[in-house]
């Protein structure tokens, strides 16, 4: 019978330490921690180059972003050279409800980071300041970057057939309360109320707290008036002229320039 040879004490504590280390080339830890959506590594992570079986790394949320409770932020090297399974512990951030818009409303769809509300006024309203706001971060914050907007009381801009302002730079959508706008009347035509005035006179209108005008001009066609008839097809168009009318006043024109001018034959012979 033929015995195993045995290792002398000192040989065998050696080979219980070579048992211990690695084979060559045979991975000793966990590769590089994996890239998790909406957070970073912390930056004393990012210099390691050897993450050994049990070490643990750790994570921020980006900005906007914040910790979801009772989920942790850390992963660690499982003793089968992998990282511990990532979960998603980031969440947006929330900028909160922004408030009321008197006499208006406001259209909100989420108030999250990065989502955006919308402001509208209600009728006979104008809107002063942004129409729409959205959730942003503000260092490690997030907050609404624009602030309510208010409602003023104000009236649209008003329409006057065959009249137009005296001052086109002052024509806009909405006017402001107690604003007040001079109208004349196209060519030919005067306000019918003061049949009596040139119609190259005024008549002013102002805006009401209600939202509505005092009562606008009426020009109505004059009687017998050549400035009528020979008012240029540009000037008639700009003043609201219904397109039939003023085929009907070209046509008139035409006429009358045609028995002008046989008159002035007429004289000549």
Not at 55 to 74: A, D, I, R
Not at 91 to 108: E, T
Not at 119 to 140: K, P
Request: glycine share 8%; hydrophobic share 35%.
């Amino acid at each position: 019978m033929v015995s195993a040879p045995r290792c002398r004490p000192g040989a065998r504590g050696l080979l219980a330490l070579l048992l211990l280390l690695p084979l060559p080339g045979a991975r000793s830890g966990c590769g590089a921690p994996p890239t998790l959506i909406f957070a970073d590594l912390l930056d004393e992570f990012k210099t390691w180059t050897y993450f050994p079986i049990g070490s643990t790394v750790s994570y921020n949320c980006h900005p906007g972003y914040q910790k979801v409770p009772g989920v942790q932020s850390t992963l660690f090297c499982k003793t089968h050279l992998v990282w511990s399974e990532p979960k998603e512990f980031c969440q947006k951030k929330s900028c909160g409800h922004p408030g009321d818009l008197a006499n208006g409303k406001i259209h909100i769809t989420d108030l999250l980071f990065g989502s955006n509300i919308t402001f509208s006024c209600d009728e006979g309203f104008r809107l002063v300041g942004h129409d729409t706001s959205q959730c942003v971060t503000e260092g490690t914050s997030v907050t609404w970057n624009h602030e309510i907007p208010f409602c003023e009381a104000g009236c649209q801009k008003p329409e006057v057939q065959t009249g137009s302002m005296v001052n086109a730079l002052d024509e806009k959508m909405w006017y402001r309360v107690n604003e007040t706008l001079p109208f004349k009347c196209c060519p030919g035509y005067q306000f019918s109320s003061h049949s009596q005035l040139p119609a190259t006179d005024r008549f002013s209108i102002t805006c009401l707290a209600d939202g509505s005008w005092t009562a606008l001009p009426l020009c109505k066609k004059q009687s017998t008036s050549d400035e009528c008839e020979m008012a240029s097809a540009k000037e008639l168009k700009v003043c609201g002229v219904p397109l039939e009318t003023l085929r009907t006043l070209l046509e008139v024109q035409k006429l009358y320039l045609e028995i002008k001018k046989l008159k002035l034959e007429l004289k000549s012979q």
